[in-house]
Structure formats: C-alpha cells, structure tokens
C-alpha cells in the first residue's frame, strides 16, 4: 500500500470534534507562490480573496466557502472571508486537490477504478510467477472484467448526467450493430441579453482628413453588414458556445450558461452592442455582477479590441470601425419573457 504524506496540525488530546458543514461554491486553482503567500499569511488581504468574497458566505444550516488549491501541490486552503479581503475564518486541506477529484468521480468511474486496481494485483501476481508480459484482455477476463465496453459507456451517460446542461443520460446497449446506445435529453435554454452602448467611426478617404464618429441613432442602417462581419469574425471553436468558449470552466457562471455571441441591434431607436446568452439557471446577484464585468473586459481589452481594428463595410458609410466600447461599463441585462411566461426568474436582481 502507498503510504500517505498528509500536512495537518495535530491537536493535543482533543475530547471532542465539532465540525461545520461548509459548502464549496467555488474551486479557485492558484500559481503556488500565491497559495504559499495565502498559507503563509492566512490574515494579509488577498486579492484573490477579495475577488472571490461574493461566493462566501453563512446561513443557518451551513457555511459557504471557497477552496483555493495549489496549482503544484495536492493541499488546498478553504476560506470564509465574511466579507472581508483576508481569510476571517479559514481551514487548511491537506490533499483537497484529490477530494476535489474524487467528489466528481461518478459510480461507473469509482468501478472503473477498482477493476483497474483489480487487473494491478494480478499482473503483480503473474510478474512474480515469472511473466514479464502480458495482455490487457487476458488480465481484464481473469478479474472478470468482461464488461469493459458497458462500464465505459454507463461512465459516459453518468458524466453526461452530472452536467448543468443534461436533463437526463441512459445508457441501455441494445447488442445490434450500428444502433444508438446513448440517449441523452438537453435542458430547457432560456434566453438573456446584455446590452451595452457602442461606437462608431468612419474610415478617411481621400478627401478627408480624418475619421468621425457616427450617432448610433444614425448607424441602424449599418446592423445586418456589421453582424454580417461579427458572424464571420467568430473562430471555429466559438461556433458552438460563442464566446463561453473562453470563460473559467472553474465558475459556477460557466455552467450556467452555455453560450454568448455578440451583434449589434437597434434597441431604443439607437443601433447598440448585444450579447445575447443561453442559460440553463439564473445567476445570483454576485454572479450577475461578475458576468456583466466579464463582459466588460470583453469589450475594452478582448473581443472588442479585436473587433473595432477591422474595417467593415457598408453601403451607406463606406468602411467604418465598431468599438463596443464606449469608455463606460454601463450594462442592461434583460430576459426573455416569452421563455418564462408569468413565472419569470429574478436574475442577478433583476426580474421581468
């Protein structure tokens, strides 16, 4: 057996323990001379801390937390600020990095595992026998292992199940050639769109010395050549989820919605920048606040900056640059009634 190495203070003579139930809202994965500096200095303010403080938190049944692992070691440091940038009340882990692993580890994978520790024991047995090779089959027959191809697919449909975006995940062979085995049913996406204003500036020809900005109230005309080019902007591997493609797989908000693409629509009599999003659960008010900011950076320094460097054109400015990024971080989130009907969600605090 593998001996276990675990970093834990030991207390002298203790009578009894009180542990508190703490839920993980977040898993943050930390460079190791932050987690160091955190472990080291549990009661210096963090900026780590202090950007995560929103996801920490008490009720009555339990206390609300975020564990910050080693992103080198295997140990972790669980954190209930209360509010403040530095750890208020804190623990640390030793090997959270490997509960983290095994919490997500489903039934068929947890079996998957024994067989594997199984098929382990009795090659060692046949080494000592004097083997020296082998074959995976014949290890997987003599621990019974016959039914690889069932485990791996009841493995899928399970990791298929755990997934925000899966409503339900079977996996039932029916033992015929080419025929599905796998039937997987989506949840319902509701609809959510985050609207920013933007601007517009033409290209200088040649009797011009230099660029000038367009009224949005008087760019409407150019919305279908600048979505034209925004769809066409996209990369391969954006098709799918938009921009989510980028988000922190880590975060709660990377779950809960599952894409993001940008255009441009006419809102209020005024063409505006859009982000339209499909989500499977609301966002809090804290991950509203976060989402919107994400969105923010998008547009200044990301996909934006990409974007207003790209000349478009169109029929009745000639070649124009779109910046989604009008020096504010002003943001309208709205939803879509006709998803919700008259059982329409509070999202980040804000309601139909």
């Known amino acids: 057996m593998k001996k ?4 834990v203070p030991l207390q002298h003579k203790v009578e009894r323990f009180s542990p508190e139930i703490c839920v993980v ?27 995560n403080k929103r996801f920490m938190w008490c009720d009555a049944k339990s206390e609300h937390c975020v564990l910050f692992l080693d992103c080198e070691g295997e140990d972790g440091f669980l954190v209930q600020s209360e509010g403040y940038s530095y750890a208020r009340r804190s623990q640390f882990i030793p090997g959270a990095k490997n509960l983290v692993y095994a919490a997500e580890m489903t039934t068929a994978e947890q079996r998957i595992h024994g067989y594997l520790a199984d098929m382990a024991e009795e090659a060692a047995k046949q080494m000592h026998r004097g083997e020296e090779s082998f074959s995976f089959r014949e290890l997987a027959e003599e621990v019974t292992f016959h039914d690889l191809e069932d485990v791996l697919g009841q493995a899928l449909a ?12 079977e996996y039932a062979p029916l033992g015929i050639d080419y025929q599905p085995d796998l039937r997987v049913k989506p949840k319902e996406l509701y609809t959510m769109r985050l609207i920013t204003p933007l ?14 900005s367009i009224d949005p109230k008087e760019a409407n005309c150019c919305r279908d050549a600048i979505n034209r080019f925004m769809q066409d902007y996209l990369e391969e591997d954006e098709r799918d989820r938009g921009l989510m493609q980028y988000y922190d ?28 999003c499909q989500f499977l659960e609301p966002l809090s008010e804290p991950e509203s606040a976060e989402f919107c900011r994400w969105w ?4 200044s320094d990301g996909y934006g900056e990409g974007l207003e460097q790209h000349p478009i054109n169109t029929e009745d400015f000639g070649e124009i640059y779109v910046s989604l990024w009008d020096g ?11 998803d919700f009907g008259e059982e329409a969600p509070e999202i980040g605090g804000i309601s139909l």
């Open 328 to 338: 504010t971080d002003d943001c309208r989130m709205e939803l879509n009634a006709a």
């Open 4 to 7: 276990m190495v675990l970093k």
């Open 296 to 299: 923010c950076g998008q547009r």
């Open 25 to 51: 809202e977040k898993v943050v994965l930390l460079r190791h001379q932050a987690f160091e500096e955190m472990r080291t200095n549990p009661l210096r303010d963090s900026p780590y801390i202090a950007e």
């Open 199 to 212: 601007q517009i500036a033409t290209v200088p020809d040649e009797d011009e010395a230099e660029s000038y």
């Open 158 to 169: 399970e990791r298929l199940q755990e997934r925000a975006d899966v409503e339900s995940a």
């Open 249 to 276: 797989s880590r975060s709660p908000i990377g779950e809960k919605i599952w894409s993001a693409f940008p255009s441009v629509e006419v809102v209020d009599g005024r063409l505006m920048g859009v982000l339209t």
